[in-house]
DNA sequence: CTCCAAATGTTACTTTATAACACTTAATCT
DNA sequence: AGATTAAGTGTTATAAAGTAACATTTGGAG
């Protein structure tokens, strides 16, 4: 494991440099970066799956021994969520970092419901084609949410 | 406007022969149907646009005149989404009737942010190009949750 | 170092959804 | 038509998800 001394004490070298990451991007899109975004942000990768923002707030309660408030998570959620790098699984109430934060924003997620992993389809063409179908029919579209449940590979393969 | 004595009354006749169908297709599902379901599914085809189960709950109890509660609402709304017949609008907790209820269950759903109005997309092939990127992901995919929000045509004309 | 818009802390509340259990009824079978 | 019974409803209470409002604090630009 790496030695790094240029932000706070984190065993995962990705998350580190996520941080780092988050704190340009938000910075650039004139936000502001923040404890409490770190912490949030910092516990969504390491969870790596879907969670809800009360279990988010428990999580971050307990590692950061402080008393966090609902208000806060969810105004942090928000603020991520503005700078691309979390996304809302809707039909789930929960909330995940994204896997690759520099690009694209129009997300295709696969949620095991047996696991609750999840997972990402890039298909630029799927995007593309949707908005083209939309325009067809004059809607103008700003926003895609695609989700697809079912079961992962992993989970199938076990049975 | 026609007479119909065949169901309850109606104003409307596809409102008419839509509870007709339901109760075919709930009956055919080994469903039974009920007064409270003919009730919230009636109210969601006048409405013709997602409404939450609590503004539901207010017009089925104004409508009827009765102190519906919401765990019987939501009781309905579940019934008549495994029917197939409404779907829930997972991005705006709401729930909508679906177009035609008889044929093809994965909607593509365009929600218009400016007037709340609602259409679909009819596209087999992003739906069949969607289970097919799933599985080569090894994801069995069960259910298919697509919102595209933005502004449809009508408000993006009026600007 | 100052300043102040942006963010947080805190309290209270609203909206969305479900659990549990007694009671009622739709549809099937005689 | 009447009995039967699983499916559905009524009711109470509560959990889960999310927001409003306002006083206080702070990140970061100048």
Chains 1, 2 share one sequence.
């Not at 988050?22 to 990768?45: F, M, N, P």
């Not at 969870?47 to 105004?75: F, G, I, N, Q, W």
């Not at 890039?122 to 809607?139: C, V």
């Amino acid at each position: 494991m790496t030695d790094h001394t240029h932000h706070e004490a984190c065993t995962n070298c990705t998350h580190t440099h996520s941080l780092g990451v988050a704190q340009d991007i938000a910075r650039k899109s004139g936000h502001r970066w923040s404890e409490t975004r770190t912490q949030v942000y910092h516990t969504l990768l390491m969870v790596d799956k879907p969670v809800t923002a009360y279990e988010l707030l428990d999580m971050v309660a307990e590692k950061y021994e402080r008393d966090v408030k609902p208000a806060s998570v969810y105004r942090s959620l928000d603020a991520l969520i503005d700078l691309g790098i979390i996304a809302k699984i809707e039909s789930a109430n929960a909330f995940v970092a994204c896997q690759n934060p520099e690009c694209e924003h129009q997300h295709i997620f696969l949620v095991c419901d047996h696991c609750g992993q999840i997972d990402e389809i890039s298909d630029h063409g799927i995007n593309r084609q949707l908005l083209k179908q939309a325009a067809e029919q004059g809607f103008v579209a700003r926003k895609q949410i695609l989700e697809l449940h079912g079961e992962c590979k992993a989970c199938h393969i076990e049975g």
